[in-house]
C-alpha cells in the first residue's frame, strides 16, 4: 500500500527566505507527483506535475524534483513571500489502481 | 473557464437523511474521483471512475455512492449519513486516469447531526 509522508507538518520562514518542501513514498511504480496548494477552507490547486520519467519541473519561483528510486520529491520555493503562506501538499498517482495517494500536508507560514 | 463544480458548498443535515452532493466539469475529462478530508488523516479517495458507467472503490468507499451516467457528472450519494461521515469533501478531474493534473473543486463542507 503506497504511503505517503511529508514531514515536518508546519514551518514557519522569514520573508525572502529560500526553501525545500519535502515528499517521500514508500511505492516506486508510480505514474506521476503532483504537488498542491491548499488555502484554508479552499480546494486544492496543482502547482507542478512531474510524470515518472521526468526529473523535475519549474514553474516561476517554484520548483519540484523527482527520485523515483529513492522514493523522494522536493519542493523548492524561491525567494518566499507572505502569499506564499499556505498548506503544500503531495500526492502520487499509482496506476496500477489509479489511485491518487496524498500526503498530509505541510503548512506554511512566510512571516513579513 | 475550466471548472469543477460542487454543490452544495454547504450542508448540515440530520442522521439517516439521504443526500446528494453533485459534481460536475465542463473539460470533457474521463476521470472523476471524490475525497474527504480529515484534520489529522489527510485526503483520502472515496470513488473513482475512469469513464462513463466505470467507477470503482477508493480507500473509504463504505456508507457512500456513486454514479457516472454523464461524462461531465459524477454524483457522491449518501443514503443514510451519519455523523462519521462529517467531513470536507473533494470532487476531482483529469483527462484521463494517467499522467494527467487534477483539477479540484472547490469542496463541500458537510456536518452530519
Known amino acids: 500500500k503506497q504511503e505517503v509522508t511529508q514531514i515536518p507538518a508546519a514551518l514557519s520562514v522569514p520573508e525572502g527566505e529560500n526553501l525545500v518542501l519535502n515528499c517521500s513514498f514508500t511505492d516506486s511504480a508510480i505514474y506521476n507527483l503532483q504537488w498542491f496548494r491548499q488555502d484554508p477552507g479552499k480546494g486544492l490547486t496543482s502547482l507542478l506535475l512531474i510524470q515518472s520519467s521526468q526529473r523535475e519541473q519549474t514553474s516561476g519561483r517554484l520548483n519540484a524534483s523527482l527520485d523515483k528510486s529513492s522514493g523522494r520529491s522536493t519542493l523548492y520555493i524561491a525567494a518566499s513571500q507572505p502569499g506564499d503562506s499556505a498548506t503544500y501538499l503531495c500526492a502520487v498517482f499509482t496506476g496500477a489502481n489509479s489511485k491518487l495517494t496524498f500526503g498530509k500536508g505541510i503548512t506554511l507560514s512566510v512571516r513579513p | 473557464e475550466a471548472q469543477v463544480t460542487q454543490n452544495p458548498r454547504y450542508l448540515i443535515t440530520v442522521t439517516g437523511k439521504k443526500l446528494t452532493v453533485t459534481c460536475s466539469q465542463n473539460?470533457?475529462?474521463?476521470?472523476m474521483s471524490w475525497y474527504r478530508q480529515d484534520p489529522g488523516l489527510g485526503l483520502r479517495q472515496i470513488y473513482y471512475?475512469?469513464?462513463?458507467?466505470?467507477?470503482d472503490k477508493g480507500d473509504v468507499p463504505e456508507g457512500y455512492k456513486v454514479s457516472r451516467k454523464e461524462k461531465r457528472n459524477f454524483p457522491l450519494i449518501l443514503e443514510s449519513p451519519s455523523p462519521n461521515q462529517t467531513s470536507l469533501y473533494f470532487c476531482?478531474?483529469?483527462?484521463?486516469?494517467?499522467?494527467?493534473?487534477?483539477?479540484f473543486g472547490a469542496g463541500t463542507r458537510l456536518s452530519v447531526l
Open positions: 473539460m470533457n475529462h474521463e476521470y
Open positions: 471512475s475512469m469513464n462513463v458507467e466505470v467507477t
Open positions: 476531482a478531474s483529469s483527462f484521463n486516469r494517467d499522467a494527467n493534473i487534477q483539477y
